[in-house]
């Protein structure tokens, strides 16, 4: 069930596969780091109880889903707008730090990715044994680590390879207008739902 839910398209996998394509793989990998370590975070949590805690406060739940919603409407927003500007970026790494703002814009995504929230709480908890063990806890993130990192380091190695790189920067304005379109549609989905 968790490596279905890594696999489905979501704002986790049009980050990475943005900046695979926009970017250098080095930065592409540290925004698949960023978004691991979230979803070892949320595995954590959901093995610890957070699902309780939401049931418990509605109003946390909500107010998570609110901000994460709200993140992805503004992070898809700034996309179509870069786009728009027509300041195309070659696939080289920019000075100042881009590797730590990659691995903050994946810590970021994954942080406010409603879907991740929802799924930690709601199935992975359940999967969970009452009183586990130590090892079984480890084991668990384990999984989360491997699975997370096998699919999102694969699909930024894919598409950071250079004639996709560069194919993407042939159509960058009209992809980063989809990728935007896309994560604003997702945060707009979470909202209403």
Known sequence: MYVAGVVIPGPNFVAVAHKAASATRTEALAVVAGIVLVNLFWASCAILGVGIVFAAFPWLAFAVK???AAYLV???GRLIF???AGNPQPNAQAPGGSVRQAFAQGFATNIANPKSVAFFAAVFS???PPHESVGTFVA???MVFVVASSWYGFVA???SHARIASAYRRSKAWVD???GGL???LGVRQLIR
Do not use: N
């Open 157 to 159: 190695l894919t598409l």
């Open 177 to 179: 207008r989809v990728c």
């Open 74 to 76: 503004w992070f898809g």
């Open 126 to 128: 359940s999967a969970a």
């Open 66 to 68: 609110v901000a994460g």
């Open 140 to 142: 668990m993130l384990g």
């Open 183 to 185: 994560i604003i549609a």
């Open 82 to 84: 870069k786009a728009s």
